[in-house]
């Protein structure tokens, strides 16, 4: 007889089954904790550590504020740039990666192919592989940014054009335009707030990136930071950390307004 | 009775700034200011050939990819090490963020404890993975730990700002039924939340994860464990080939992070 009384949330099966990945979950953590080979005696002196960080880092060296305000522009210009660049190249790549705008199923693949390229290597990779080719400084760093934004752009403005209402665009080649100009009084008026959207939450995030690149020399704040942690400077990587800080909030704040703006 | 012809009228696009002059005096202004900030950068023709060549000879140092027996076991080890990372790194940062993004949301969390919970996610969020990774290895030394505690720390911000939006859209009638029923703030929890916003967080976590593999591989860069380390050694020693495999390797393994990761969020949904 089954009894009605009680209550039970899962089926025997389901709970099994989550059990049975619980368990699996468990043996992943349990085998790459194993692999890390943590020095636990580190974990211990940690506080300590972070303390005496903190000491050297307090009170932030204000004397430095004026010799981090132009490598903090350039920081700014390499991430604008770099999404300018990125957009302007993404545009194409967009179109041909857009099920319904690709001409031919080779050029969708092609336009697939650059996406996922473009995404899978960090930024902090394209921005070595930069280095070697133009030598350290600003230029490899927005080519980095741009390449590595790519992907991104050209993927969320490939899925805006893809939920595009045909029946504008019909309209347009009714009037007996070409396809050039289908995509110009037909396309790019429905896909204009998803790409300003898109630009302006990219720049967001290379604004971070462009904070580090310098690491590698890629030009930027990244430059003067690592410098300051070679030579112990900690007074010096708090000013830049704060700069940092303010700009990183400031393009977001830039960023979600203009977004909420074309939305 | 006869049509009135209206007479000959232009159309023009509408625009979503105040006129037409002002829209042209953005673009305007926008395109000297990308063209003094190129200037800025100090390009020139020059540069772009020599840099040509550079490619050119890049190219030719990285082919072929160097797949000897001893590059391969620090290959093999390196990749293991960062995998181990991103796993560990997703279990403990998701731990920590949970209570955070309950922290963060709106609708469950009073004032106080709402800003507090912004607080957290603005701040971790702030500052790109290396900065972080760059601080862990002070303070823990280098190796993969310190890039545990980066990839956790920026995990907080991700997951629970993501998961605090999710449990700001719950349907507010099960929680109440919840505590109809007689059931204290921590069984609300429980029984009224959480069985909603489960999924999600299963989700999440898959793509936190996806994003922790990524990350994990370029945090050695600064000596926080994983391939980035010996990718930065090979870079340093000019050692292309093997430089070209690292970034091989580096695609292939987040490639097949993605697909996971797609395939296990698409049977959730």
């Known amino acids: ?263 | 009775m006869a049509t009135e012809q209206p007479e000959q009228r232009t159309w023009r696009r509408p625009t979503a700034f105040y006129n037409h002059y002002v829209k042209w005096a953005v673009y305007v202004v926008i395109t000297v200011f990308l063209l003094w900030s190129a200037w800025n950068m100090r390009i020139s023709v020059a540069r772009v050939i020599e840099g040509w060549g550079a490619a050119i000879g890049l190219i030719q140092g990285m082919v072929p990819p160097e797949f000897t027996p001893f590059k391969m076991d620090l290959l093999i080890e390196g990749l293991i090490e960062s995998l181990a990372m991103s796993v560990i790194a997703t279990i403990v940062g998701v731990l920590l963020s949970i209570p955070v993004a309950f922290m963060s949301a709106e609708n469950i969390a009073p004032r106080p404890v709402y800003w507090v919970g912004r607080g957290i996610i603005t701040v971790s969020r702030s500052f790109h993975e290396l900065i972080i990774a760059i601080i862990a290895v002070k303070a823990v030394g280098i190796g993969a730990l310190a890039g545990v505690i980066a990839l956790s720390y920026k995990t907080v911000g991700f997951f629970a700002k993501l998961l605090a939006e999710e449990i700001e859209d719950i349907d507010s009638g099960q929680m109440e039924a919840t505590e109809a029923t007689g059931a204290n703030r921590v069984q609300t929890m429980l029984f009224g939340v959480v069985p909603q916003v489960m999924p999600r967080i299963i989700g999440l976590t898959i793509y936190r994860w996806d994003i922790n593999i990524r990350h994990s591989t370029i945090v050695g860069i600064v000596g926080a464990g994983g391939i980035g380390a010996t990718l930065l050694n090979s870079f340093d020693q000019y050692d292309y080939d093997f430089f070209l495999t690292i970034i091989i390797a580096i695609i292939a393994i987040v490639m097949v992070g993605e697909l996971i990761s797609t395939y296990i969020r698409g049977r959730i949904q």
């Open chain 1, 1 to 263: 007889m089954t009894d009605y009384q009680t209550w039970e949330r899962r089926t025997p099966r389901q709970r099994i089954g989550r059990y049975i990945l619980m368990l699996i979950v468990l043996v992943a953590a349990a085998i790459s904790w194993q692999l890390l080979q943590i020095n636990y005696s580190y974990l211990g002196t940690a506080p300590e550590e972070f303390m005496d960080l903190i000491t050297r880092m307090y009170p932030p060296n204000v004397g430095y504020t004026g010799e981090i305000v132009s490598p903090m522009i350039e920081t700014i210009h390499i991430a604008i740039l770099g999404t300018a660049l990125a957009v302007l190249m993404s545009i194409p790549v967009a179109l041909i990666g857009a099920e319904n705008t690709t001409p031919n199923r080779f050029t969708f693949v092609l336009g697939k192919f650059i996406i996922s390229a473009s995404r899978s290597v960090n930024v902090i990779i394209w921005a070595l592989v930069f280095v070697i080719i133009f030598g350290s400084g600003a230029l490899a760093g927005t080519l980095a940014i741009a390449v590595r934004s790519i992907g991104f752009c050209s993927k969320l403005i490939a899925e805006a054009i893809e939920e595009i209402d045909p029946g504008q665009v019909e309209a347009i080649q009714a009037t007996g335009a070409n396809s050039v100009e289908a995509a110009i009084y037909g396309i790019a008026p429905q896909v204009k707030p998803a790409l300003i959207g898109v630009s302006t939450y990219r720049w967001d995030i290379n604004v971070r990136a462009s904070t580090i690149i310098g690491f590698v020399g890629a030009g930027g704040i990244g430059v003067e930071l690592n410098t300051s942690i070679n030579f112990f400077a900690w007074q010096q990587v708090l000013t830049i950390l704060l700069a940092i800080l303010v700009i990183v909030v400031f393009s977001e704040v830039v960023s979600a307004y203009l977004r909420r703006k074309v939305r």
